[in-house]
């Protein structure tokens, strides 16, 4: 699964690794949080390995896939969850001050849309066309994309990749039926992850606020995204398949 080394992403590889999935723990730029991330799964008894490709680099998915068939060994691919993604660009002094939250569209600039895009959409479109001769029959897709997409806040590129990103289950699920292979897409509410969503904690306030903003009147953990994913991955589900599944709480409901 792409993104694990932290916030949700190493939440969604530790619920699969319980439930006796070996997990590819994909990661960026941070090695020891992924490797923490293997390190937590091995210590509760699961199976894990990491593997680093930079998803914005023109030869990420010869990096990555390498690395994968390493891991694997053999052993076949069951499950794959994008969820890797960048709100701004990292590298944007004042979109890393701002915790990436760009404001509006006159702060955008071509190259933090264009690395955007090519991590939220490009990536997940081309990771999966890869995956799909080692996909087994019967396997999982699950792309991780936002309520945004749903709620017009601000971090418009963000939120447009999304809606991209969106666009892939119903036609992939038509295209994979036949082969038993279900895609569907999760969208996440503002979750407390407490290394990108730390104005949360920051701001007076933020975190009761969003609280209020939600049905079920609290903030919303990596782990209450990380079960969905795993009952959208299990037998369980395999009667689901090309659709949006909400996880937000209930938040901003119309
Ligand atoms: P984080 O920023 O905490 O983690 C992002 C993950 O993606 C990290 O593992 C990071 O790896 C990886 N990643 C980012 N850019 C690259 C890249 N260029 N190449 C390879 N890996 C990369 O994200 P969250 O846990 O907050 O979000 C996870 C998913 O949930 C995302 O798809 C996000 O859009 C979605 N979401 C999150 C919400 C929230 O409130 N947190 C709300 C709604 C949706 P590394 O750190 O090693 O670089």
Same mark, same amino acid.
């Given at each position: 699964?792409?993104?694990?080394?932290?916030?949700?992403?190493?939440?969604?590889?530790?619920?699969?690794? @319980?439930? %006796?999935?070996?997990? *590819?723990?994909?990661?960026?730029?941070?090695?020891? !949080? =992924?490797?923490? +991330?293997?390190? /937590?799964?091995?210590? @509760?008894? %699961?199976?894990?390995? *990491?593997?680093?490709?930079?998803?914005?680099?023109? !030869? =990420?998915?010869? +990096?990555?896939? /390498?690395?994968?068939?390493?891991?694997?060994?053999?052993?076949?691919?069951?499950?794959?969850?994008?969820?890797?993604?960048?709100?701004?660009?990292?590298?944007?002094?004042?979109?890393?001050?701002?915790?990436?939250?760009?404001?509006?569209?006159?702060?955008?600039?071509?190259?933090?849309?264009?690395?955007?895009?090519?991590?939220?959409?490009?990536?997940?479109?081309?990771?999966?066309?890869?995956?799909?001769?080692?996909?087994?029959?019967?396997?999982?897709?699950?792309?991780?994309?936002?309520?945004?997409?749903?709620?017009?806040?601000?971090?418009?590129?963000?939120?447009?990749?999304?809606?991209?990103?969106?666009?892939?289950?119903?036609?992939?699920?038509?295209?994979?039926?036949?082969?038993?292979?279900?895609?569907?897409?999760?969208?996440?509410?503002?979750?407390?992850?407490?290394?990108?969503?730390?104005?949360?904690?920051?701001?007076?306030?933020?975190?009761?606020?969003?609280?209020?903003?939600?049905?079920?009147?609290?903030?919303?953990?990596?782990?209450?995204?990380?079960?969905?994913?795993?009952?959208?991955?299990?037998?369980?589900?395999?009667?689901?398949?090309?659709?949006?599944?909400?996880?937000?709480?209930?938040?901003?409901?119309?």
């Amino acid at each position: 699964m792409t993104g694990a080394s932290r916030g949700i992403g190493a939440a969604i590889a530790r619920r699969l690794a @319980a439930e %006796g999935v070996l997990v *590819a723990v994909h990661y960026g730029r941070r090695k020891a !949080d =992924a490797e923490q +991330t293997v390190a /937590s799964i091995e210590q @509760a008894g %699961g199976q894990a390995f *990491a593997i680093r490709a930079d998803l914005a680099a023109d !030869d =990420a998915l010869d +990096t990555l896939f /390498s690395e994968l068939a390493t891991g694997l060994a053999g052993r076949p691919l069951n499950i794959l969850v994008n969820n890797a993604a960048v709100y701004a660009d990292p590298d944007d002094p004042a979109a890393a001050q701002a915790d990436g939250y760009v404001a509006g569209i006159s702060e955008v600039t071509q190259e933090e849309f264009d690395r955007i895009f090519s991590v939220n959409v490009r990536a997940p479109f081309f990771v999966t066309q890869r995956c799909l001769p080692l996909l087994a029959d019967g396997g999982r897709i699950v792309n991780i994309s936002s309520a945004v997409t749903r709620i017009a806040w601000p971090l418009l590129p963000y939120a447009m990749s999304k809606g991209a990103l969106e666009i892939m289950a119903p036609r992939l699920a038509n295209e994979l039926g036949h082969r038993g292979i279900t895609v569907n897409t999760i969208a996440p509410g503002i979750t407390d992850n407490t290394k990108t969503n730390t104005w949360l904690h920051d701001m007076p306030g933020a975190a009761e606020g969003v609280a209020a903003m939600t049905a079920l009147r609290r903030l919303g953990q990596p782990s209450d995204i990380a079960d969905v994913v795993a009952l959208l991955a299990s037998d369980d589900a395999r009667w689901v398949t090309g659709q949006l599944v909400d996880a937000s709480g209930g938040m901003a409901l119309a």
